[in-house]
C-alpha cells in the first residue's frame, strides 16, 4: 500500500511538502519515486531515491527546487518543493521500484500509488 498527501492548491513562488507512505511490505528494500502526470500529458519521473537514501536523481526541470528524502524507521518519502511554477501543476504519484535504486523508466516501477493533485497558480 502506498498513500500521497500534501498536495493542494497554491501560488506561484510557494513551497508544498508531499508525503508518501508505504506499508513495510511494500518498499522494503526498494527505491522510492516520484512521477508526476498533466492534464494531456504522459506521466513523467519527477525525482527518486535509493533503499538507503545514499543516492537520488532528478528531473532536470526541478533540480534545485525539488529536494527528495525518505524515513525508512517511518516507512516514509518526502517531496519538498519550493519556488514552484505553473507548470509543476499535475497529479504526483509515489511509486515503488522494482530494484533497490530509484528510476526513472515507467516498466521498472513495480507499485504505483495514488496521486495527490498539485496546483499551481500563476
Known amino acids: 500500500q502506498l498513500q500521497a498527501s500534501g498536495g493542494g492548491l497554491v501560488q506561484a513562488g510557494s513551497s508544498l511538502r508531499l508525503s508518501c507512505t508505504a506499508s513495510?511490505?511494500?518498499?522494503?528494500?526498494?527505491?522510492l519515486n516520484w512521477f508526476r502526470q498533466a492534464p494531456g500529458k504522459e506521466r513523467e519521473f519527477v525525482a527518486g531515491?535509493?533503499?538507503?537514501?545514499?543516492?537520488?536523481d532528478y528531473a532536470d526541470s526541478v533540480k534545485g527546487r525539488f529536494t527528495i528524502s525518505r524515513d525508512n524507521a517511518k516507512n516514509t518519502m518526502y517531496l519538498q518543493m519550493n519556488s514552484l511554477k505553473p507548470e509543476d501543476t499535475a497529479v504526483y504519484y509515489c511509486?515503488?521500484?522494482?530494484?533497490?535504486?530509484?528510476?526513472?523508466?515507467?516498466?521498472?516501477?513495480?507499485?504505483w500509488g495514488r496521486g495527490t493533485l498539485v496546483t499551481v497558480s500563476s
Open positions: 511509486a515503488v521500484s522494482r530494484s533497490s535504486s530509484s528510476t526513472s523508466r515507467l516498466e521498472n516501477i513495480s507499485y
Open positions: 513495510r511490505r511494500t518498499a522494503s528494500n526498494n527505491g
Open positions: 531515491i535509493s533503499w538507503r537514501g545514499g543516492s537520488t
